[in-house]
């Protein structure tokens, strides 16, 4: 199948800062990325979708201003937590497909904890 | 909004045993996409169901897309120890395409 990478696998932030996750589809175009939030043993939470070029869609109560997300290539998207807190820790998952209704590639998730 | 709920969430069978999980949806799916993450692990597909009253065999995995297109189901039959792990089902809503929105998963366990 087809990979999708995501950068970086875990990291540890300070309280404040902030921090930026890629996902990059390595051997085809995502015309759309989705994010999710996944806390333990808990299902996936659809943060937001992104199209190449167009602004996110964000999902009810996910702040479009904590978590920036920018898709400017169909081979990568970026998700920036800007100002982290530590109720912002959470496993962080893209994935990405090649048109509507196909099946999903995940990056291999970032595990995020802010300290 | 869509919603997508799996059942049960856990189930603990003794290898061997059968194990099902069965997955409903709010609102009528285009289609129905089930997945398995591994402990530690991302989602992986397994199959996409697209067809009202559908029926796909992987191996000893039966997956069943409803006739009204709002459930399905996942059975394992004989399950291993190479089973376990969390079931996902997904669907991209008919009104709602290009959000794909996951059940709340079910985690098997598999007792050698």
């Known amino acids: 199948g087809a990979v999708v990478s995501q950068h970086p696998s875990w990291v540890i932030c300070k309280s404040g800062t902030s921090v930026k996750i890629e996902c990059r589809s390595l051997d085809f175009q995502a015309t759309t990325m989705f994010w999710y939030r996944q806390f333990p043993k808990q299902s996936l939470m659809l943060m937001a979708t992104s199209n190449e070029g167009s602004k996110a869609t964000y999902e009810q109560g996910v702040e479009k201003d904590k978590f920036l997300i920018n898709h400017a290539s169909l081979t990568l998207s970026t998700l920036t937590v800007t100002s982290a807190h530590p109720e912002d820790s959470s496993f962080y998952i893209c994935?990405?497909?090649?048109?509507?209704?196909?099946?999903?590639?995940f990056g291999q998730g970032t595990r995020l904890t802010v300290v | 909004g869509q919603q997508v709920m799996q059942i049960p969430q856990y189930q603990h069978v003794q290898e061997g045993e059968d194990f099902t999980t069965y997955c409903n949806s709010s609102t009528t799916l285009s289609n129905i996409q089930w997945y398995k993450q591994r402990p530690g692990g991302h989602p992986v597909f397994l199959i996409q169901l697209v067809k009202s009253g559908e029926v796909k065999k992987q191996k000893r995995l039966t997956f069943q897309f409803g006739e009204a297109k709002k459930n399905s189901s996942l059975h394992i039959t004989a399950t291993q120890t190479t089973d376990v792990g969390t079931y996902f089902c997904a669907g991209f809503s008919s009104g709602n395409t290009g959000k794909l929105i996951f059940g709340q998963g079910t985690t098997l366990q598999v007792k050698p």
């Open positions: 994935s990405a497909t090649q048109g509507v209704d196909t099946e999903a590639f």
